[in-house]
């Protein structure tokens, strides 16, 4: 029988480690989709995605059919995600005497009401697990924290395709980008992901007339904060890109930002943003919530600059930093290039 491996959308950065997984083991994808907001089409269109899979996969019938998953599947692993999914998962694979593997990408406890009334099934489910993979060095450090040991705590280091976003990017690509947008000379700034105040918006747009009259702040994505960055001084919001265009976006810029903030229902579990940024050799500035920079990816000083969370005074200054110092957007973004080049969907695949 095959391993059921339960997820929300085909997303085409974890398309890679699905294919990987299913040319080595007997497994099936089961997709329950889910309420993804601000998010471009490629993310979320499971028909499309389901479609185009090269690996045995299909929707998930809900948490009724999750109860039952134990007698179809040798093993079941599913992540922190789904609301009823999960336990039902869990359920359904002890029910049968199955393994049940936890894939973990929370590194702080939510706060909401909502998270208080479920917490002691949560915890239990961390604690009984058979494993857990985490997302990183920080979640497998939550996840021990629960457990009262790391033993089977795995990490499977977050990953992103190179042949995509490390690829080379010639001049004329970044000038016809420059010009497509409509961008003014001078140096630019990107943010990519959704535009929302969990991602540290309102801390950015805050920070930006504090930052250099000369540089632009890009940003592309979309969410309910799109028309205050739209109407920002020295700032474009170009909306959701395809992702063939992204590297483009990295090459055309001095630097990426990721400013996100930690709220009672969230915590960036990772930041894949980060590691999009360095296969171009782009230095990042993040945050203390940030968990590419709690994981190790983002190192102050070294792979990038790390400030804290919900401070637009020192957000601004360290990408004044940046702007004025080509020497140092250059050694960070060598460093955070030889760095990301460990995160690969094979090392996720060996987790």
Known sequence: MPTALLTTFLTPYRVPLFERLAERDAIEVLCYGGGARYVPGWFSDLDAQLEAATFPARRLGGPR?????????????????????????????????????????????????????????????????????????????????????????????????????????????????????????????????????????????????????????????????????????????LGPLARAQLPVAYAASELTVLPSITTPRFREPWGLVCNEAMYQRRPVVATTSVGAVAGGLVRDGDTGLVVPAGDPAALAKAIDRLLIAPDLRSRLGEAGRRAVAAYTYEAMVEA
């Open 65 to 237: 059919e999750a109860l039952r998953l134990g007698r179809d599947y040798e093993c079941v692993i599913a992540p922190f995600a789904g609301g009823a999914i999960l336990p039902a998962a869990y359920a359904g694979a002890r029910r049968y005497g199955r393994p049940f593997i936890l894939w973990a990408s929370v590194w702080a406890q939510p706060r909401s009401l909502a998270h208080a009334a479920t917490l002691p099934l949560i915890r239990h489910i961390y604690r009984k697990s058979d494993s857990v993979i985490a997302y990183g060095e920080h979640v497998r450090r939550f996840v021990a924290r629960i457990r009262g040991t790391d033993e089977d705590v795995f990490v499977a280091p977050q990953a992103v395709e190179p042949e995509l976003f490390g690829r080379a990017i010639g001049e004329d690509e970044v000038l016809a980008f420059r010009a497509e947008h409509d961008l003014p000379e001078g140096p630019l700034v990107l943010y990519v992901g959704r535009v929302v105040a969990e991602k540290g918006i309102g801390v950015l747009l805050d920070a930006w007339p504090q930052v250099a009259p000369e540089a632009t702040l890009v940003l592309i994505g979309d969410g309910p904060l799109a028309g205050r960055a739209a109407a920002a001084s020295r700032a474009r919001l």
